[in-house]
């Protein structure tokens, strides 16, 4: 198991590399640089701007502009936001606490509400409790996101007024109190229910299925038989055999969360990492755009290996070597 | 955006209309960031000099409550303060709107635009060599006593050759600028300390307008100390404990987000009321939900808003005049960079009186009025109404929308539907068609506004193609004269000082039409030569004037229209006051409920 | 489930045993399937208003029509007008064209990449195989949002519209069609009838396209239904973010994003429900038909 492991992060090197080569190839293509359309006559002049893209070696040729950047990336230097002036390392840190809360949240919400009516639905199948989650999670899988997110705006922060609209906190409040935290929940909330809108629906479904599969299996009439009560087999026995394939999606969760989060954040206004990389693809930051790609992509690849992983410890018959 | 103060001129296309970005997530329009290049002399005015500009619905708001003392104003913004809080380093009006809440300049402009005493009063006597006096006992947020050594450190950091921010254009003009920037001198020459409260500047030539284009804002030498110029801008200094002069002092930043200010008690210039201000970013998708629900006391609104903000009961829309212009440009010639002249001019749209028919078949009323709720109106001439420069209607041609007239002139100038498809045909009976560009942000409005200026040229039998491009590559291919722009949508605004040179001299880069015309080079040169002009306002504005002429008569461009600032008031508050150079002090706001 | 397995062996003997091929089971399973069917009859009501739009209608979607501009639903305009003055039901007609073109050419061109990557990759297996497997995950590898906005970006411009949109999502969305049908041919080509087609001679293309490929197809046309979708939603929430369609193309997507001017979403709700209201509803029906087709397809399953 170490050896595979250790073998698939050393082989995500070689993709990370070719991943880099690709992004900076294609930001470098894109028209314009930070400095098009900085223009103030009076201020500014012309020459100010040549300087700049001097000084920022955006008139090199790409290779160079390469070439300098990944060396300084291995480094763990990853440049300095053309936009903020300041280094990305800080401006990341600055906003990935929001967006590490904001995915945390949101695979508590999907595993809660996912575990709840999965197990409800399960025991319970062909019933008109069971008939409502099962028309919830095909709403839940057709409805996009991002119109879940402005139907939740439109009606429980404009017409009930039950939740904030954006930002990830008062600012009045003092922080590390327990008001500021209800107050960071409060506005995490619907941002995150939204974002597992989709797995919960996905798990619920798939709970919902395994219950009833391994409730018709033999160990589960072997308890039945013993007299074992039925809450106990439901909630110990079948419920111990359908999460374990259920913990494997935690791999790709991450990947949904990386791709939910631009959205999501871009919806509710709300200041993380996809905030961030939505603003540095207009602005053309580039290198705060190249690094977050570059994460997200270590994500991905992260989010895989540990879903193969998972895969080879949950099920013992697969093989990882 | 849109909103103040930015006294220069500055890049509005965009401006203004900060409906921007769906694009871009939200805040950050994008918007925010091409425009914003603005605004450095930004400042602050104060409340006693800019009354009643505007004409705003709530004047009795301020009348009817004694000044109280007390509440939390929450300051709304509608982008992501990029969290550069300090003048000489800031790069949107974002940043500059909340810098503004808490420090201050030396000078400040009046609603005309001409500069007033603020921290320091000045002497000239050949606008060469200034003599500043700075008021004496004014304090720092930090305790500090403001003296003239701040304000050399501020010039000396923005000359430093490590300095990365863009204003060495407004220090440049100090003699010895130069030679302290490529490290010839230890100090600025021009730079003269008489004593801790006077000062000398000595530019490197006269000038009419030295002053309005000098730097003014001190830095605080102690907050700043042990920080190498070229780290200043990601210092703490600079974007977490911003340290100002003004009537309210940072007390927490929530980076992207909110910013906190409270109260300095030891404000030189009256007590401030409030007991916070927050500002909070907003996303202009929440902006009128806010508003209504009391969330936020004040913020700036695209026009398109205006009407909603007047229908509520809890806030009110203030007006008052903006500083910029709308066109539509005309490609006229090809600029080298190199050599900085036209070399080469263009005959597609050579004809003034095909220029002329354009202009005419523009209903340009109905048009402001669609689009932007009427919170604007036609202007005939490349200069906003409340610049003192401005020439009155009754002095130009006002072009009104008139289409058999434009038919007419098109007629008389050869342009005629020969082969009867519908469409007119060029004088050599060729296809025509005109190419209009405008620029793209993702927001459906700016297509629309295009597109119905293009049906009023297909009203009137010329053909005409829209095209919309993203706004990055717009510029980029407006500025290198892409052979793909031909008539382009565009916006200016204007600052404190109104010499347009850099945008209309046939030597200028940012010329973007290419207009070529010897006469306005001449003029405009004269209004800034203080052999000719001398320190009279009233011969500068005469020869603008006659500027105004001839480009009102020429039409390198179509002036569009210049638009109002609109900002939502929440009712609670009282003494807040707006004018053409942005909002009164903010010592004088409170909360009146 | 037993109740129907009785039901279903009951009909059994009832029904001519040989004369029925999988597909026309297939079929007939899918015909009684009712949730599939009214999906079915939606979907293809929509689609046949919306490609037909241009004929139904002979307004000029593009004219901004200043004096009409953001009216409520009314007799004469029936959804209502957006901002511009331009019906919104005809721009909903009009923005279903858009967005099922960019969802059914998307899908198209995935599903034909993603066969010929994978069907290659698999049956030759080998350093074939190894070479596309890891250009593969090279493109699975890439966060597939942030890299259609990059492209997006870059060629905007650069090619006409719509397509570039179609063209963006298509490349970086084939991976996972071809490590489906790559599976699929790896045990597939396991079987006696397809040694028996390699030791008689028959070439490699031939093998694939006329054995291998119709035992697979099932997988792909579930695959398929699913892809059409996604990519619906795709184009929709790019478009919507600003990176998708250009705004002057009417596609559901850049309709919903008119809801991010807070005039439109609190006070103009006729301009952003209906899309909103009418995409889920397609999306819904695609998912329904999808579940549908895999049941029909699925031997073992009784409906």
Known sequence: ?321 | MKNKKSLYWLLAMLLGLSLVVAACGGDEASDTDETDNTTDNTEQNDSTDTNDTSNDSDENQSDSNEPKKGGTMVFGVDSEPEGLFNWAFYGIVTDADIISLFDEGLIEYDENLKPQPNLATWETEDNKTFTFKFKEGVKWHNGDELTVHDWVFALETIAHPDYDGPRYANVQTIEGAEAYRNGEADSISGVEVIDDYTIKITFDKARVNNLTNLWTYPMNRTAFEGIPVAEMSGSDPVRRNPVGLGPYKVENIIPGESVELVPFEDYWNGEPKLDKIIVKVVDRSSVLGALENGEIDFITVHPSMGPQVEKMNNADLVTYPGLAYYYVGFKLGKFDNESLEIVEKYDKYANKNLRKAMYYAIDRETWIDAFFSGYGKPVNRPVPSAHWIAADDSELNTYPYDPEKAKQLLDEAGYVDVNGDGWREDPNGDEFVVKFSHYDVGDPQYEARAKALTQYWNDIGLKTELDMVEVNLYYEMIEKDNPEIEVFYGGWGTGADPDPSALWKSDALWNYTRYDNPESDQLLDDALDIDIVGTSDEKRKDLYVEWQKIVNEDLPMLYITELEETVAVSKRMGGMEFAVSGWNNPVEWYIAE | MEVLTEKNTKQTPSKPPKSMSPWAIARRKFVRNKLAMVSSFFLLTVMIMSFLAPYITTIDITRVNIGQMSLPPSGEHWLGTDKSGRDVFVRLLYGGRVSLTVGIAATALIVVFGTVIGSIAGYFGGVVDSVLMRFTDFILNFPFLVFVIVLNAILFGKLSGVWVLIVVISVLGWGGVARLVRSKILSEKENEYILAAISIGCKPSKVIIKHLLPNVLSTIIVQATILFATMIVAESGLSYLGFGVPTEVPSWGNMLSTSRDPDVMQNMPWTWIPPAVVLTLTILSINFIGEGIKDALNPKSYR
């Open chain 1, 1 to 321: 198991m170490l050896k595979y492991t250790l073998r698939r992060i050393l082989g995500m090197i070689p993709m990370l590399f070719l991943i880099s080569v690709v992004v900076f190839t294609l930001a470098l293509a894109m028209p314009g640089d930070p400095f098009s359309g900085e223009i103030d006559p009076n201020n500014t002049d012309p020459e100010y701007i040549e300087e700049m893209r001097e000084k920022l070696g955006l008139n090199d040729p790409i290779h160079v502009q390469y070439g300098r950047w990944i060396t300084n990336f291995v480094q763990g230097d990853f440049g300095k936001s053309t936009r903020y002036k300041m280094p990305v390392s800080d401006l990341i840190a600055e906003r990935m606490p929001n967006t590490i809360f904001l995915g945390v949240t949101s695979l508590a919400i999907t595993y809660i509400l996912a575990f709840a009516m999965g197990m409800y639905a399960g025991r319970r199948p062909y019933t008109p409790g069971d008939h409502f989650i099962g028309g919830f999670n095909y709403f839940g899988l057709a409805i996009p996101s991002y119109i879940a997110g402005v139907f939740a705006i439109y009606l429980f922060s404009f017409q009930l007024g039950w939740i904030p609209f954006q930002g990830s906190v008062d600012i009045t409040l003092e922080k590390g109190t327990l008001d500021y935290w209800i107050s960071k929940i409060h506005h995490v909330i619907t941002p995150a229910i939204v974002l597992g809108l989709l797995s919960t629906a996905s798990y619920t479904q798939f709970l919902r299925n395994d219950i009833i599969e391994n409730s018709r299996k033999d160990f589960v009439r072997t308890a039945r038989a013993k007299g074992t009560p039925e809450r106990k087999i439901y909630n110990v026995h079948i419920l111990r055999n359908s999460v374990i394939p259920l913990i494997t999606f935690l791999g790709f969760d991450i990947v949904t969360l990386v791709n939910g989060a631009i959205i999501t954040e871009a919806i509710f206004t709300y200041p993380g990492i996809g905030q961030l990389f939505l603003s540095s693809v207009t602005n053309q930051d580039y290198p705060v755009l190249m690094t977050l790609t570059m994460m997200f992509s270590f994500l991905v690849l992260l989010g895989n290996l540990i879903a193969d992983i998972l895969y080879g410890v949950v099920d013992p018959r697969i093989r990882l070597d």
